[in-house]
């Protein structure tokens, strides 16, 4: 098969993925698209392995937020990896145009065949939790009927040009422990909040083990942190955003 035909191949099972989830939210349909040895890691409640894993998952963690709308701000497609950032939203309870949403990184491994072997989101808790426990203070409910219509206000600008290679300067970089920002880069820490470049830390000398790239951003997974670098040009990052899961549940055993 050629990287063309994998590339269209690969796009045509992230839109039905998206179609069924995100858009659909019919939640047996989408968690059909996993196979039966599948992972799906979400580190702050636990592994499932499976599609009927995976629907277990939602059908248990759904209900308190059935609401709840997805938006895809940008994606990364690079065989056999997905990365993408979606953002979830919960119904304006107030009528003021009030906005309940956070967002989250997420790592798909494709299986062929229009199914899916591996999700794995990142997310730091506090910005979903506090989002729901705000929702629900402002009077939000269960059985208040969804809006599709909300969307995202995307937090990392589009680069203006498609360079592979200086996304590819750009990761060296970073991983080196020595990231290159443009004057006017933010840093985006997941629970935390936007900061101009020169005000955080280096993430340090880091080796990930998955890095996922296209001409305009990449997407680095570095044990539980997932990072996003957009590239300002140059070989430079101009928008950073670090997503932290602090602790990792440990799966309970088979029955």
């Known amino acids: 098969m ?9 796009a045509a099972a992230f839109e039905e993925f998206q179609r069924l989830g995100a858009r659909g939210r019919d939640w047996p349909a989408w968690s059909a698209l996993f196979t039966d040895d599948a992972t ?30 997805f938006s895809v701000d940008w994606a990364i497609l690079q065989p056999p990896y997905v990365a993408f950032n979606i953002w979830n939203h919960m119904p304006d309870p107030t009528g003021t145009g ?13 299986a062929g065949n229009g199914r899916w072997r591996w999700e794995e989101d990142f997310y730091a808790p506090n910005d979903s939790s506090g989002t729901v426990i705000e929702w629900y203070k402002a009077g939000g409910r269960p059985d208040m009927p969804a809006d599709p219509s909300i969307t995202h206000v ?36 997941h629970g935390v909040g936007k900061v101009a470049a020169s005000e955080t830390e280096s993430f340090g000398d880091t080796a990930a083990d998955v890095v996922v790239t296209n001409g305009r951003r990449a997407f680095l997974r ?27 549940v440990v799966p309970e055993p088979a029955a």
């Open 2 to 10: 050629s990287t063309t035909d994998e590339m269209t191949e690969l």
């Open 40 to 69: 799906y890691i979400e580190h702050c409640i636990g592994r499932f392995r499976g599609g009927a894993g995976v629907l277990a998952f939602m059908e248990k963690s759904m209900p308190p937020v059935a609401p709840m709308t």
């Open 98 to 110: 009030a906005r309940y949403s956070f967002s989250n990184l997420s790592l798909l491994i494709y």
């Open 154 to 189: 995307s937090a990392a600008p589009e680069s203006a040009h498609d360079d592979p290679t200086g996304v590819a300067r750009m990761v060296e970089a970073w991983q080196s422990g020595s990231p290159r920002y443009t004057d006017d880069a933010e840093v985006w820490r």
């Open 222 to 248: 570095c044990d539980r942190t997932g990072v996003a670098l957009t590239h300002g040009g140059d070989g430079r990052i101009r928008f950073e955003e670090r997503a932290f899961n602090p602790s990792e």
